[in-house]
């Protein structure tokens, strides 16, 4: 995983992403008990065609001039991993990329979404294993639940939190 950092750092460096940031199952791992993925989350800015249709990877021809070109259903396949590019695509997703922090993997920088803003994109997603992942957040006591509430509030995730809330009262 380390080089899949290192070559999205060396993207940014030589200007073919403005910037990243990880998030997913992947981002997690940051801050609470990791749990099985299949892939890395990428989520990056893209340039879209005036329909909103995202018509290239941005990078793409970086990646392949360094071998990497094996695409696997939606990722390129870096060192093994593979890499799903995620263009940015709400409100949350846009806050979540820019309040991204940089922490630290084998010594590597990696810019990692907030924990807060991934259960409030969890909670927006509602799926069964979104749901119970926020389970893990709260249960670990891995998020700040001022912050959280304040990020539920202002993209209208309400309903969401009270149905979670309701669900584990049951």
């Known amino acids: 995983m380390k080089a899949v950092f290192q070559l999205l750092n060396a993207m940014v460096h030589d200007g073919e992403v403005q910037n990243y940031a990880i998030g997913g199952a992947i981002a997690a791992v940051f801050y609470v008990e990791p749990f099985a993925t299949q892939d890395i989350d990428v989520f990056v800015m893209m340039k879209t065609e005036p329909t909103g249709l995202v018509t290239t990877i941005p990078g793409w021809d970086y990646?392949?001039?360094?071998?990497?070109?094996?695409?696997?259903?939606?990722?390129?396949?870096?060192?093994?991993?593979?890499?799903?590019?995620?263009?940015?695509?709400?409100a949350l997703e846009e806050e979540a990329y820019l309040n991204a922090i940089t922490?630290?993997?084998?010594?590597?920088?990696?810019?990692?979404?907030?924990?807060?803003h991934l259960v409030a994109i969890m909670l927006q997603a509602g799926r069964l294993k979104?749901?119970?992942?926020?389970?893990?957040?709260?249960?670990?006591?891995?998020?700040?639940?001022?912050?959280?509430?304040?990020?539920?509030?202002?993209?209208?995730?309400?309903?969401?939190?009270?149905?979670?809330?309701?669900?584990?009262?049951?």
């Open 63 to 90: 990646l392949k001039k360094r071998g990497y070109t094996e695409i696997r259903g939606e990722a390129i396949v870096v060192e093994g991993w593979p890499v799903q590019f995620i263009p940015v695509s709400n």
């Open 103 to 116: 922490l630290d993997f084998e010594g590597e920088p990696v810019r990692v979404f907030l924990a807060e």
């Open 130 to 170: 979104d749901l119970a992942r926020v389970q893990m957040f709260l249960s670990q006591e891995a998020i700040d639940q001022e912050i959280l509430r304040d990020i539920i509030k202002r993209h209208n995730l309400d309903k969401q939190w009270a149905s979670l809330q309701n669900r584990d009262q049951q």
